[in-house]
DNA sequence: CTATGGTTGTGAACGCTGTACACAACTGTG
DNA sequence: CACAGTTGTGTACAGCGTTCACAACCATAG
């Protein structure tokens, strides 16, 4: 019976002696195991044995745990740009479309939003996507994109371009704002997931998201 | 020869049984740890190792591995606090004694002053600090604090009250405002030693540092 | 259609980790 | 001085990442 449960999540056993794409089932196992565990959950053996295959398999697709990990984290990656464009999509529904500075202001805070909306839900992989040095920046790897093809850093720094262009932002002080924007919306997202907010309701959560939004866009 | 290498952070064999302060030992060896690579690098056979001791002998002081990283984080976060009250007297004697509005203010800075710096020279304590859920808030442990007795987040929190008491930071902004001031803090001290910001030279650094204690200051 | 070489999964093994249990050496107290 | 509690030891186990030699399969050249 015990070992009834431990198959709850392995696949029924293989019939071929290939498995097919285990390249891409170790990632989903991958992922599975960050969503609910975040990084260290990542760990090979359990991937594999998810896949329904031995350990060593892995080693044919990875070189080792790390390479397997830094899949998993593009996709996380790819899933928090999924989120921040959603949520892009939904305020662009919602303003003025002949008001570009009004349009421009509800982007970035769009972007925040998002931001911390999926770290929130998403923490897991939330995680997992700052677990290891490296941030993207001008990273070209669409792993680590959503469809529109931007990574989340990518896609705060368009945000901001588009402010600079509506004339919201000075363009003087538009170098380096990403660093600013993001610098106050991740760390209040670590308080949130982690720290001293982490009891805190979800008004004053909000609250305090509004905030911190208004801090940047004021003090940018 | 290879001994020779490993003894070199060993203790010469002890000669009576018992060794004295293991307790201690365990902690100390544990920061070491901490320092050079960070919380992953706290590892308990080798803190027993360095301490010249059975691995077993650390569950005489410690409950499990967890406990004793809380003990190494504890110190992490009480040498933060160091920092900053170190940065804070070094502020204190820079500014003019009787206008307590400058002076409000030049303790804010030194506060994320001092913080930026311990996650730039001190990166596997700073990293160690904060691994963990739960970030101290109103916890009394002295373990956690400076020699002023604070912790790093009430050490922030004085700051604000001293700024609110100059008259520099109207009242009604006061309360939350720690999460703010933290956030970006936090999140910049991330953006330069894991981030995009990790190969930026120490003049963007500080200029950005600065920025965003301008952007803190004016947008709380 | 069959030999041949490359690819992918298996089996067994190693050293590392955290942790449990029983035992030995010591220390302080009655 | 005996005895109880404390602290360190020895042995053991399971789980992890990783390595090596081997087996099963697939694709392609002859």
């Known amino acids: ?34 969503s609910d ?18 350990p060593n398999a892995a080693y044919r697709h990875f070189a080792n745990r790390q390479a397997l990990f830094e899949a998993v984290r593009a996709a996380a990656l790819s899933a928090l740009a999924v989120a921040m464009e959603t949520e892009l999509a939904a305020a662009a529904e919602q303003v003025d479309r002949n008001d570009p500075a009004a349009r421009a202001r509800a982007d970035l805070r769009a972007i925040g939003a998002g931001y911390l909306k999926f770290a929130q839900t998403q923490t ?20 680590k994109a959503g469809p529109g093809g931007l990574n989340p850093f990518q896609l705060l720094g368009a945000a901001l371009d588009r402010l600079v262009a509506a004339g919201v932002l000075p363009a003087e002080r538009r ?10 919306v991740h ?8 720290g001293p907010l982490r009891h805190a309701d979800e008004a004053m959560r909000i609250a305090l998201g509004e905030r911190v939004l208004a801090m940047v866009e004021k003090g940018l």
Chains 1, 2 share one sequence.
């Open 1 to 34: 019976m015990v070992t009834a449960l431990k198959l709850a999540v392995a696949p029924p056993p293989r019939t071929t002696y290939r498995h097919g794409d285990l390249r891409r089932a170790l990632i989903d196992a991958g992922i599975a195991l960050a």
């Open 37 to 54: 565990g975040g990084p260290d959950a990542v760990v090979l053996r359990e991937a594999t044995r998810r896949a329904g295959v031995v």
């Open 124 to 143: 897991g992989l939330f995680r997992t996507a700052f677990a290891t040095p490296s941030m993207v920046e001008d990273d070209p790897d669409p792993a």
């Open 175 to 184: 170098p380096g704002a990403e660093y600013l924007a993001w610098s106050a």
């Open 187 to 194: 760390g209040l997202a670590l308080l949130i997931i982690d």
